[in-house]
């Protein structure tokens, strides 16, 4: 009896486990499919490489949008990495016992929060404050990325915590024992023994970044021009995705599933250089 519901639940699993792949074989399939033979029709080169978008004359460059998620994504990594790390550090090593309940209550509360009320939260609040400090209307690509580095902390935070509580504590006692200060120790042997996992953290905040499409859409300004100022309004390959599909017909309709192509392909190639980094660290 106990040989049959093994045999059954290892079908189960392996079911479960081959409908997970065949869902990314279907849709990697639509997308590759459907997006290499429009590139075609219009133009690798004029496709990617065109720095104008325009619909209605069947004009289709992407650059702007992709230049656009390059630096959004950079900003975001720029605001969030580090103040989620130092996040982390406090709450394992620093944090008093009495108030990392609290902390960590807040934190998950921000991973549960709607992207959508990041996005009222900063068209009200953040825009605002940039529009008095920078000028302009507020909505720019340094907003956008500013929002998404606060996005990404609950992510980045809650797995390099869990990385550093999984070093052995030998690497913080021998430094000690060395005579370095606490301070030294956490910096200089707990924390360097968690690279991997910190960097792990990393890729799945960056992968929240590159594809978040509701939030940045209030705050970027959703222009189709070359980001060359971070400051003025932008567009991201999602936000374009989702500002033009409900409309989009033919050509147009077909241009934009050949942009989650280049999408799916930008974040493919940043998790493939995250992975090489973190095998170099290991």
């Known amino acids: 009896m106990n040989s049959i519901k093994e045999k059954g639940m290892k079908w189960l699993f392996t079911a479960a486990a081959s409908a997970s792949i065949l869902c990314v074989f279907l849709i990697c399939a639509f997308l590759f499919v459907n997006g290499f033979s429009t590139m075609g029709e219009i133009g690798f080169t004029e496709f990617i490489f065109g720095t104008v978008w325009k619909p209605l004359n069947n004009i289709f460059g992407i650059l702007p949008m992709i230049l656009g998620s390059v630096e959004v994504t950079l900003l975001a990594f720029v605001f969030g990495v580090p103040v989620g790390l130092l996040c982390a550090i406090f709450l394992v ?12 209550s807040v934190i998950d509360l921000l991973a549960g929060i709607p992207s959508i009320v990041y996005g009222f939260f900063g068209l009200v609040c953040i825009v ?44 913080y006692e021998g430094a000690l024992a060395l ?11 707990s924390v360097p023994a968690a690279k991997s996992g910190i960097i792990a953290g990393i890729i799945l ?4 970044a590159i594809g ?4 940045v859409n209030y705050v970027i300004g959703n222009q189709a021009l070359m980001p060359f100022d971070i400051f003025i309004g932008g567009r991201t390959l999602t936000t374009n995705i989702v500002l ?21 392909i930008f974040i493919l190639i940043i998790n493939l250089a995250f992975a090489f980094l973190k095998r170099r660290v290991r």
């Open 93 to 104: 090593y620093f944090c008093p016992k009495k108030i990392y309940p609290k902390m960590k």
């Open 128 to 171: 605002p404050i940039f529009r008095n400090l920078f000028g302009g209307s507020g909505k720019s690509i340094f907003t956008a990325g500013f929002l998404l580095g606060i996005m990404i902390l609950p992510t980045i935070v809650s797995v390099s915590e869990s990385s550093l509580k999984a070093v052995d504590k030998n690497y």
């Open 179 to 189: 005579g370095a200060t606490h301070e030294r120790s956490v910096f200089f042997a």
């Open 205 to 208: 905040g960056m992968g929240r």
């Open 212 to 215: 978040e499409t509701m939030a």
């Open 244 to 264: 033009e599909m409900g409309y989009a017909t033919d050509l147009h309709r077909e241009a934009l599933i050949a942009t989650a192509v280049v999408l799916f």
